[in-house]
């Protein structure tokens, strides 16, 4: 599989961003791309976009990408705000992020 999956859940915040950034990498591992599940994300701090777009451009160095799925009404009104949506591609189901890897 070229790809991982990475599935939070909860919140992304100041005080589990670190953990996270350390797991989505992890996730990443060996993988040219990575898909990240926000169907179960609830809300996202500045540090949460900080994480992904660390996650982002680990991907991008090895040929990859990383792509959003599923995100509720309000974290796509947050990755929209911060101008994430223009950076990173985000997907409604799973099956059409997999699709976009080719």
Known sequence: MSHGVFAPSGRID????????????????????LVVDLSAIDYISSAGLRVLLVAAKAARQRGGSLLLVA???????ILKISGFDKILPIHP????????LG
């Open 71 to 77: 995100p509720k009404p309000a974290i796509v009104e």
């Open 93 to 100: 189901t799973m099956d059409a992020a997999v699709a976009a």
């Open 14 to 33: 100041g005080t589990n961003a670190p953990a996270v950034e350390k797991d989505i990498l992890a996730q990443l591992g060996d993988h040219k791309s």
